[in-house]
């Protein structure tokens, strides 16, 4: 159950010291079952429910989220929201509770949330999904490719070939099936973000299989790119650090290293989801209208290439 809260009470653009602006959280080694819900987390993660504040920045835009029921990809789909946007999240069934405290905050903005569940591992859900948003929204005109499954294993010999084969289908395949399908109705404006991670290149030992679709991820990232710019649409993609968010302490860390997660980083805390959504807010607007096959590394000053 909830016992701390790690909510920060500003808003993203007051001036504050990032060291302090959101503490330095030591959660306990207790592991949530993999796809646990926000609610399961002893210390809850700020997704700027209370505190991001909108401007405008994305009046009028269409956007699907994939995985924004939970983290990184809730605070993104909130923060589209509070700058203008109508959003279609997916995410898996078993989700659906975190899914609708989303909807929720996004309907308060007077926003259209479209809840669309599935399992982005089977292909045709990868079709109906883009389809269904399009129907929902009325077009697309942001994808942000953001699901990931994170398990820890500690032996080489111990990854499964089951794990190895649901986390390149959820991280990667996804990701190609999703974009292709989102191509039919992208028009030029239209941007797609990828979510990356610093463990495309500072893998942990224990995240091989994770870590090695993030460097596909990022290179993904840099040949689409290319091939779909003439077009008039811009892919890059977001490079977190160590964000407390339920892929943590659902097998995503061994438990034992959860009291220090994200103490190594310079800024000596782990960051909070909320801390991404500006990122992916320059990226899907027109004001990066020249910023293409990038990958902006938001990590706590981890140094990256
Ligand atoms: P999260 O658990 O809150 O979000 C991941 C979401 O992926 C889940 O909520 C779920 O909806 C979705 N998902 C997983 N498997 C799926 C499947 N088979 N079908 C459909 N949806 C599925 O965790 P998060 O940390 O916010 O993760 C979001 C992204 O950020 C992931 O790509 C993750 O790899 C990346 N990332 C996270 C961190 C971190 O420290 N938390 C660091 C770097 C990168
Ligand atoms: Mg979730």
Known sequence: MTSESAAGSTDQYTFQNPVTRFE????????????????????????????????????????????????????????????????AISYLPEEEEDAQ????????????????????????YCISLVQQSVDALGGLDILVNNAGKQQAVEAFEDLTDEQLDDTYKTNIYSFFRVTKEALKHLQPGSAVINTTSIQAYQPSPTLVDYASTKAAINNFTKGLAQQLAPKGIRVNAVAPGPIWTPLQPSGGQ????????????????????????????????????????????????????
């Open 254 to 305: 061994p438990a034992e290293d959860l009291p220090e997660f994200g103490k190594d980083t310079p800024l000596g805390r782990a960051g909070q989801p909320t801390e991404l959504a500006p990122a992916y807010v320059f990226l899907a607007s027109s004001e990066s209208s020249y910023v293409l096959g990038e990958t902006l590394n938001v990590n706590g000053g981890m140094p990256s290439p």
């Open 24 to 87: 330095s959280i030591s959660p306990p080694t207790d592991q949530i079952e993999e796809h646990g819900l926000e609610a399961d987390m002893e210390v809850q993660a700020d997704r700027g429910e209370t505190s991001y504040r909108g401007t405008g920045r994305l009046t009028g835009r269409k956007a699907l989220v994939t995985g924004a029921d939970s983290g990184i990809g809730a605070a993104v789909a909130i923060a589209f929201a509070r700058e203008g946007a109508d959003v």
């Open 101 to 124: 405290v989303v909807k929720k905050i996004i309907e308060a903005e007077g926003r259209i949330a479209a809840c669309l569940p599935g399992d982005l591992r089977d292909p045709a």
